[in-house]
């Protein structure tokens, strides 16, 4: 608020800013204010020797400055609530600086204290607060768990498999899970199953694992360095030196290099529920695409297929059978080019092996196809008609994935088909589904019996030594065309009889004694 003041006739009006006042005279029952303001003394003005001297352009800069007329106090008398009887208290309370205290004095300056937070000004963000506790006990941490409220097939750690499940598993996938290995001793959980147990069972052992190299960390005595920091909340004070120290940010959706926020950052060495499938590219984003639906019935290709979620789907192109040749979504290479990265961000490739494909005719026959290569829509003429054929109508992706979130294999079955010019909405269907592998199919069963003879070579006998069951597995097939497994079983005995020997008594023995001088007299 500024405030004038009258000085004597002849000094022109001074300029006071009074900078603890809050509000307007007008609005004020009592100018409390000016009371509130302690008055300068001779210390005070003391103490401000120290400031610079005010120039004669100073002052004359201060003389520019408008007086209060005559019509300014009536204008102030015309004020209801602040009667006469305020403006002598006013007056009778601020100090008028004479001409000997501008002699004696230099300008002051006055400095606003600390106030309060208005109403209007924004708050600021709070600090967010600790981070979870980091888990470190190795019998509670489960890499192989990846199904949410469902068993996984051989995870031997996963909390949601009964001893009902476990007693139909053939091994441990993730038979050993250790925490940090810098550390000279750690714990660590084994898995194993007992095959031989009626039922089979999965037996948990927790060990103290020894670290071999003589780099190791004995004792860690500051356990934040087991997790990340908190994290800075940026604010209007550290905005710029946190924008500074991550490289900066860059609004546009493609980049000219990669960001040197994201370089340090782990990279995932799994799949996990609901992760999208990433596909070889030049750029991060690109994934396996499943079309389907939004907000019609018309298809959408934009929809990422994730990771253990079976989908399947059913939409309409518009199709016009003059650019059939160019639509991408219409062809069978666009279905089967995309190559599926093993885990995420890796370099390693699975490709889409074509399984079948069907050909589904005018009269929606099936035909099988074999010995074809990749096909292309192709515009053919009939007649007054023209035909598109060799357009893609259905599109299943069978996935087959390890226990440990790693893509094993993918295959593809296609059914194409051909469609008038009188069609202009398409229908076309898309399915994935994920298959845990890689599972074993048994197919043959080898029972080896080997037997020995024993006892007298008149009447041997027949003895079993050993017996021996081999199971012969092979990879489940992924789905796809009916196919024929053989399955067998197979019984061998083996002799393992020792070579005979005849056998015959032992010869008699002489047990004769001479008499004590037979020798005599020559001994």
């Not at 204010?33 to 003394?41: F, G, S």
């Not at 020797?49 to 102030?76: F, I, Y």
């Not at 199971?471 to 097939?477: A, V």
Request: charged fraction near 15%; include cysteine.
């Amino acid at each position: 608020m500024l405030c004038w003041a009258m000085g004597p006739p002849d000094f022109p009006p001074l300029l006071l800013v009074l900078l603890s006042c809050c509000a307007s005279a007008s609005t004020q029952a009592v100018a409390t204010p000016a009371v509130a303001t302690p008055a300068m003394t001779q210390e005070d003005l003391n103490s401000t020797e120290a400031t610079p001297d005010m120039t004669q352009e100073d002052l004359n800069s201060t003389e520019a400055t408008p007086a209060m007329t005559q019509e300014d106090l009536n204008s102030t008398e015309a004020t209801p609530d602040m009667t006469q009887e305020d403006l002598n208290s006013t007056e009778a309370t601020t100090p008028v600086m004479t001409k000997e205290d501008l002699n004696s004095t230099t300008p002051a300056t006055l400095r606003t204290s600390g106030s309060p937070r208005t109403p209007d000004t924004p708050r600021a963000p709070e600090l967010s607060g600790p981070r979870p506790t980091p888990v470190t006990d190795v019998a509670a941490l489960c890499v192989c768990d990846l199904l949410p409220a469902r068993c996984d097939v051989n995870c031997c750690c996963d909390p949601d498999c009964s001893p009902t499940d476990f007693s139909i598993f053939s091994a441990c996938s993730v038979p050993v899970i250790t925490g940090d290995r810098q550390f000279c001793s750690q714990k660590a959980a084994v898995y194993s199953m007992n095959l031989t147990a009626d039922p089979p069972h999965r037996v948990f052992k927790l060990i103290d694992q020894i670290n071999p190299s003589i780099f190791c960390i004995h004792i860690s005595n500051y356990k934040p360095a087991l997790s990340f920091a908190n994290p800075e909340v940026p604010n209007e004070d550290n905005f710029d030196r946190l924008i500074q120290a991550s490289g900066g940010f860059m609004l546009s959706a493609t980049s000219d290099g990669p960001s040197t926020a994201t370089s340090d950052a782990p990279q995932p060495t799994k799949y996990e529920y609901g992760v999208p499938l990433q596909t070889a590219g030049t750029s991060s984003g690109s994934f396996l695409r499943l079309p389907s639906p939004l907000m019609s019935s018309l298809c959408t290709d934009e929809n990422p297929a994730a990771f253990l979620v079976s989908q399947a789907f059913e939409c309409s192109r518009r199709v016009d059978i003059e650019e059939c040749e160019q639509v991408e979504a219409l062809s069978m290479a666009h279905y089967s080019s995309p190559a599926i990265l093993r885990v995420p961000n890796s370099t390693t490739q699975v490709s889409i092996k074509i399984q079948s494909v069907l050909y589904q005719s005018l009269n929606h026959t099936l035909t099988q196809l074999e010995g074809h290569g990749i096909l292309r829509p192709s515009l053919v003429s009939t007649g007054q008609d023209r035909l598109c054929s060799n357009v893609v109508l259905e599109v299943k992706y069978s996935l087959l994935y390890t226990a440990t979130g790693q893509i094993w294999e993918a295959g593809l079955s296609l059914v194409l088909g051909t469609f008038s010019s009188t069609v202009t909405l398409l229908q076309q269907k898309f399915e994935i589904h994920f298959i845990q592998g890689p599972c074993q199919l048994p197919v043959a069963l080898g029972i080896e019996v080997k037997w020995t003879k024993y006892g007298s070579l008149l009447n041997p006998q027949a003895r079993i030594v050993n017996v021996t069951a081999q199971l012969i597995s092979i990879p489940e097939p992924l789905p796809g065309p009916e196919r024929t497994i053989v399955i067998y079983t197979t019984v061998t005995f083996v002799d393992v009889s020792a070579p005979a020997e005849a056998g015959f008594r032992a010869p008699p023995t002489i047990n004769a004694r001479l008499p004590f001088s037979f020798f005599f007299p020559f001994v």
